[in-house]
């Protein structure tokens, strides 16, 4: 029991996976369980309180050897493929919106920067923990490149993902949750190059959330001061099926 900690166990029974929106929809119309165990953590203002926490940092011997996989399958569609066979050489991650200078990075200079590598729990919303060794950049010494400007307050994330109804993954954090210096734009898990299965070839790792802010396949990067007009208007593909925004851990 030592490596595992199962957050709201009891949401196992109503949730039977991340996946399955229908019944994640059903699951949390009204005050469900689910916004009854993530509300307790949802401080008054989260950006002014409550997030600043360092999420434990464990040693190599607690790393799980098989980082469980979860929510939508792994991108299937020609661009994605395209790049995957080419390990992902012809990748470029757009970082811009509300920035003083809008940039395009390849993988070569994402890992040319200082890297950070941390062992990590992952917290996934249905009630399984593991944990994983994540290595990349942390996303705080990327907007120190582009510069948000004044009125930015969001970072939207879009992904290669699309469900079986055609729409496609997004999430975002606000800036404050994205300058937090364990917020990783991650190239490496335990060692090696993420695989696609786990979000190849950059992924978000937030530790300090609920695994379900940390979007995989990151196709483009925006800054924001809103997210009220993007997709279904809550800030995530989750999101929109109910979930909380904050997810703070
Ligand atoms: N693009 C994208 N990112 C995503 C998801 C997803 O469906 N699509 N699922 C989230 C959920 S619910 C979890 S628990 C983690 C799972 O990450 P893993 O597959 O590497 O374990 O990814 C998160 N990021
Ligand atoms: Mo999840």
Redesign the pocket.
């Given at each position: 029991m030592k490596r595992r900690l199962f957050v709201a166990t009891s949401l196992g029974a109503a949730l039977a996976g991340?996946a399955k929106v229908g019944q994640v929809t059903n699951a949390l119309n009204g005050n469900g369980p689910i916004h009854q165990a993530i509300g307790i953590v949802q401080p008054l203002d989260h950006g002014v309180f409550g997030t600043r926490g360092m999420a434990r940092v464990y040693p190599d011997s607690y790393v799980d050897k098989d980082?469980?996989?979860?929510?939508?399958p792994t991108p299937t569609d020609t661009t994605y493929q395209a790049l995957a066979k080419d390990n992902f050489a012809s990748y470029r991650l757009r970082v811009d919106g509300l920035v003083e200078h809008p940039q395009t990075f390849d993988l070569h200079h994402l890992r040319a920067m200082e890297q950070l590598v941390q062992a990590t729990r992952?917290d996934?919303v249905e009630g399984w923990s593991v944990v994983g060794k994540f290595g990349g950049v942390p996303l705080a010494t990327v907007l120190g490149m582009v510069a948000p400007k004044p009125e930015a307050k969001y970072v939207v994330f879009r992904?290669f993902?699309i469900d079986d109804q055609g729409t496609a993954?997004y999430g975002s954090i606000s800036v404050h949750e994205a300058m937090h210096p364990q917020t990783l734009l991650a190239l490496d898990l335990n060692g090696k190059p993420i695989d696609p299965d786990?979000?190849a070839p950059v992924r978000l790792k937030i530790p300090t959330q609920l695994?379900?802010k940390?979007?995989?396949?990151v196709r483009s990067i925006q800054i924001v001061d809103s997210f009220a007009k993007i997709a279904g208007g809550e800030g995530g593909y989750?999101e929109d099926q109910g979930y909380e925004w904050y997810a703070g851990i």
């Open positions: 991340c980082f469980r996989t979860n929510g939508l992952h996934c992904s993902d993954f786990h979000g695994g379900y940390s979007t995989k396949w989750w």
